[in-house]
């Protein structure tokens, strides 16, 4: 089985600091985790995979994530915001495996506002 | 390159009318899912399919059906509508269960 939690549901931070979305996840198998982006009445767009190479993942947008096994976790940052990184976040994981089940399941979704 | 096109983008339906929506991909992918989205709720499965001609149920599954004639089609089915099933559904597709998913721009449904 497999589920993911993103412990906040809103964050607020000041345009040109830092971004942290924290995503946990579980899962039986070995996974593949994404975060996706929703723009306000927009389609999703993939930020960053990670499909057991690299743990420390680079994305779209200045965009990163680090894959900790030992924490189950996959939280996403960024050095400094920006005005247009204000968005609906996903985090996404995917069971990887024979038996695995191909399903994605999506955390609930962190909503990131920029201040000026 | 379309990707993944979902027809139609807006409807408005009445209790109890039953509608189909249509998701295409030109990608060759094996891998198709339908998803609803509703507030504070992230995204939620309800069906998809590792091929042509398989279906599979996700978390939500009750109220709708599904097919998978062609592997570039996935089609989802209402036969009843019901209030409950206002939302923002969504369509993905992806190569492999390993593989990053896309997504069509979204159907919004509105069951009065």
């Known amino acids: 089985a497999q589920s993911v939690t993103q412990l906040d549901s809103h964050v607020s931070v000041s345009e040109g600091t830092p971004v942290l979305l924290r995503c946990n996840y579980s899962?039986?198998?070995?996974?593949?985790l994404f975060w996706y982006v929703q723009h306000p009445n927009k389609g999703l767009q993939l930020l960053l995979k990670?499909?057991?190479?690299?743990?420390l993942v680079k994305g779209i947008n200045g965009f990163e994530a680090e894959f900790k096994k030992s924490e189950t976790s996959f939280h996403l940052t960024k050095p400094s915001a920006h005005m247009s990184d204000a968005a609906e976040y996903f985090c996404?994981?995917?069971?990887?495996?024979?038996?695995?089940?191909?399903?994605?399941?999506f955390g609930g979704g962190t909503r990131l506002m920029v201040k000026p | 390159n379309a990707g993944v096109t979902q027809t139609p983008k807006f409807r408005v339906l009445k209790t109890g009318q039953s509608m189909t929506l249509l998701c295409a991909q030109d990608?060759?992918?094996?891998?198709m899912y339908w998803y609803r989205q509703d507030p504070g709720m992230g995204l939620r499965l309800i069906h998809y399919?590792?091929?042509?001609?398989?279906?599979a149920k996700g978390e939500v599954p009750d109220g709708y059906n599904v097919s998978r004639l062609k592997k570039q089609n996935f089609l989802l089915g209402l036969e009843s509508a019901a209030p409950s099933q206002t939302s923002v559904y969504f369509c993905?597709?992806?190569?492999?269960?390993?593989?990053?998913?896309?997504f069509g721009q979204g159907t919004r449904l509105t069951v009065v």
């Open positions: 990670y499909t057991s190479a690299a743990t």
């Open positions: 899962s039986s198998y070995s996974p593949s």
């Open positions: 990608m060759n992918h094996e891998y």
């Open positions: 993905a597709s992806r190569l492999t269960g390993v593989t990053e998913a896309f």
């Open positions: 399919s590792v091929g042509e001609g398989t279906t």
């Open positions: 996404v994981v995917s069971d990887r495996g024979r038996n695995a089940g191909n399903m994605l399941t």
